[in-house]
């Protein structure tokens, strides 16, 4: 499926295009934590687009912080994956964009979200997938937030990943302060311990967050802890 917008949407559109989205459930906060890293991603990182959406050798982008898809769907319509005119139906019975997307209805969704602590393993399957395949150049890309990080699934996708030298796989940690369980170290030592490459960026610094994005990690998974204002109460 290919969609195009009707002109170039660019950052400072993104707000207007939340705001299109009403209805129960937005968890507005949640989403707006991820905005910034989703759309650095998206305009200066991802080799996808909606052209690309079947190509193998394209990038793969999961989002697995399920409480982020006004964000996720704010970017897509910008991008041109979606048109901004599904944006208002959101949550709505026949929208096919639900609080948690789905990779059946939403062009250039990999995977459905919602489940706490699946996205990361799916995104070790699906880098391991590829190499077995002999696919040598798309990255996978995953978004968690840090409380999903308590899930023990993930624990065991992060002990995997650095021992088998997985490193097409990227993960953006969306930190704002709503773990349940500290870390010694804070949440990049976790992954440091289990072989992973790991950066800790301001998560509405965009320069900073592409720098943390392409910088090099050779043989090793990639992190990069985006650190955002603490959730409110």
Not at 26 to 32: E, I, L, Q, R, S
Request: hydrophobic share 40%.
């Amino acid at each position: 499926m290919t969609i195009t917008t009707e002109r170039h949407r660019g950052h400072r559109d993104l707000p207007r295009l939340m705001g299109l989205m009403t209805g129960d459930e937005k968890h507005g906060p949640a989403a707006t934590s991820t905005l910034d890293a989703l759309w650095v991603l998206y305009d200066r990182v991802l080799r996808v687009t909606p052209g690309r959406l079947d190509d193998p050798g394209r990038d793969r982008f999961l989002l697995s912080k399920g409480h982020g898809p006004m964000a996720y769907y704010a970017v897509l319509a910008a991008k041109g994956f979606l048109p901004v005119e599904w944006l208002p139906g959101f949550g709505s019975y026949d929208s096919p964009l639900g609080h948690h997307p789905d990779r059946v209805l939403v062009p250039g969704a990999e995977i459905g979200s919602g489940s706490l602590g699946h996205g990361l393993p799916i995104a070790v399957g699906t880098a391991l997938g590829l190499r077995a395949q002999g696919l040598d150049e798309p990255r996978v890309w995953v978004l968690t937030g840090d409380a999903e990080l308590d899930e023990g699934s993930n624990h065991e996708a992060i002990a995997y990943a650095g021992p088998a030298g997985l490193d097409r796989l990227h993960t953006v940690v969306i930190d704002n302060s709503s773990a349940s369980h500290g870390r010694p170290g804070g949440i990049a030592a976790r992954f440091e311990a289990a072989g992973w490459s790991a950066l800790s960026v301001d998560g509405r610094d965009h320069a900073a967050l592409y720098a943390a994005f392409t910088a090099p990690h050779p043989g090793r998974p990639h992190v990069v802890v985006a650190r955002v204002e603490p959730k409110p109460a």
